[in-house]
């Protein structure tokens, strides 16, 4: 079991830049994925970046503007979102998956992160 809380999210305007922490319960390190979903208004919830041990994923949306990043001595994980859009809008949910014989999924709240003018 792990939980997760999210922060970091807010009201910004377009081309700035904003940086979500995750804050997890329990060690992060032997988790084999993290990553950063966001669900935009009227929309599903998409995966925006993940990360394990070999490197790094992101959607298009984010690539070249976002950064996702661990620090396993805070069991904390990082988007670093910068350059940012009116469509990056959305609620920003922190996922953790752990294995241990089947996939178990764990989610954070989410933090509201408004890109406007």
């Known amino acids: 079991q792990v939980q997760l809380v999210e922060s970091g999210g807010g009201l910004v305007q377009p081309g700035g830049s904003l940086r979500l922490s995750c804050a997890a319960s329990?060690?992060?390190?032997?988790?084999?994925?993290l990553g950063w979903y966001r669900q935009a208004p009227g929309k599903e919830r998409e995966l925006v970046a993940s990360?394990?041990?070999?490197?790094?994923w992101y959607a298009n949306s984010g690539k070249g503007r976002f950064t996702i990043s661990r620090d396993n001595a805070k069991n904390t994980l990082y988007l670093q979102m910068n350059s940012l859009k009116p469509e990056d809008t959305g609620i920003y949910y922190c996922w953790a998956r752990v294995v241990v014989l089947r996939n178990y999924d764990y989610w954070g709240q989410g933090t509201q992160v408004t890109v406007s003018s």
């Open positions: 990360i394990i041990s070999g490197g790094t």
């Open positions: 329990r060690s992060i390190s032997s988790i084999n994925r």
